[in-house]
C-alpha cells in the first residue's frame, strides 16, 4: 500500500475527508517552498499537489498563470524541484503528487522522470493536459516506479466515458466542480454532490473535488460528500499577497487550519 492509499484509509477510520492544498514549486522561491511544504503539513495538509511551472498553463487562471510566471522568473526547474522533495521526504511522510503540464515531463524523459520522481519520494503524478487515453507513453513508467497516475474528471464527458475513467482511476480521482479555468468561479456544492456520488459509484479509488473552493465554508460543504477537498487558486493568493516576508507562513498557516477545521465541521453534520 502506498502512501495515498495509507493516508485515505487512516482518515476514513477517523471520519475525516483528506485535505489537499496546492502550491506552485518555486512561488516566490524554490526555498521557501520547501519550508511551506512543511508548514502545510504542520497546519493539517493530508496531501499535497505540488505544481511545476509551465509557460503556457493553458487550463489555469490568473492567479496560478502568475504563480507560475514567478516561478519560472525564479529560476525554477523540474530538476530543482525533484531535488528539493528529496529533501522534503527525510522530514516528513504526506504525500506529493506532481501536478503540471506534459511538455517539461517529455523534455525531461518520460521513464528518467517517472524514475527520479520516486526516487525523490513522489507519489503521484496529475498531467492536467494529457487524457488517460494518451498517456500510454508514460503510464508504464509510472507504473514501473510505483507512482500513481492521477486522473482529472470534467463534468462534461458522456456517462459512459465517465465511467471508464472512474474504473481506471488511480490513487484518487480530482473531480473537477465546474467548467472553465481554476480560480474563477464559486463553487456550488449542491450542484455536484451528485455527480459526485455517481463518480463514486464506479470508482474503487476516493474522489478528491477541487476547482472554485475558497474559504473553509466551501470546504466544509464540500467535505460533507468528498473524500477530499483540493485547494489551490485561494492558497496561492496567500502566497502572493506576502510573498518572502515574515507574514508568510503564519498567514499560509492560518489559512489552512481554517480549512481543515471548516471540513472537519462539514464531516460532523453527516
Do not use: W
Request: net charge negative; hydrophobic share 45%.
Amino acid at each position: 500500500m502506498g502512501r495515498i492509499e495509507a493516508t485515505f484509509d487512516r482518515l476514513k477510520t477517523q471520519g475525516e475527508a483528506a485535505l489537499i492544498p496546492f502550491i506552485t514549486a518555486g512561488d516566490p522561491s524554490l526555498a521557501l517552498t520547501e519550508t511551506l511544504i512543511h508548514a502545510l503539513v504542520e497546519s493539517g495538509a493530508d496531501i499535497i499537489e505540488l505544481g511545476f511551472p509551465f509557460s503556457d498553463p493553458m487550463a489555469d487562471g490568473p492567479t496560478i498563470q502568475a504563480s507560475s510566471e514567478r516561478a519560472l522568473d525564479a529560476g525554477t526547474t523540474l530538476p530543482a524541484i525533484l531535488e528539493m522533495l528529496g529533501r522534503v521526504r527525510q522530514h516528513t511522510n504526506v504525500p506529493v503528487v506532481l501536478m503540471g503540464y506534459y511538455n517539461p515531463v517529455l523534455h525531461y524523459g518520460p521513464q528518467r522522470f517517472a524514475c527520479d520522481a520516486a526516487a525523490a519520494g513522489v507519489d503521484g503524478v496529475l498531467l492536467v493536459d494529457l487524457p488517460p487515453e494518451e498517456a500510454g507513453e508514460i503510464s508504464g513508467f509510472l507504473q514501473e516506479a510505483g507512482l500513481r497516475l492521477i486522473t482529472l474528471l470534467a463534468p462534461t464527458p458522456p456517462p459512459d466515458r465517465m465511467a471508464r475513467l472512474a474504473e481506471a482511476g488511480e490513487g484518487y480521482l480530482y473531480y473537477v466542480s465546474m467548467t472553465g479555468v481554476t480560480g474563477t468561479q464559486q463553487v456550488d456544492a449542491a450542484a455536484i454532490e451528485k455527480a459526485v456520488g455517481a463518480v463514486r459509484e464506479k470508482s474503487s479509488v476516493p474522489v478528491a473535488v477541487g476547482f472554485g473552493i475558497s474559504s473553509p465554508a466551501d470546504a466544509e460543504a464540500v467535505a460533507r460528500f468528498s473524500d477530499a477537498v483540493v485547494v489551490g487558486s485561494a492558497l496561492v493568493k496567500v502566497i502572493a499577497a506576502y510573498g518572502a516576508s515574515p507574514d508568510l507562513l503564519p498567514q499560509v498557516g492560518t489559512f489552512v487550519r481554517a480549512l481543515k477545521e471548516g471540513m472537519r465541521a462539514g464531516r460532523s453534520l453527516r
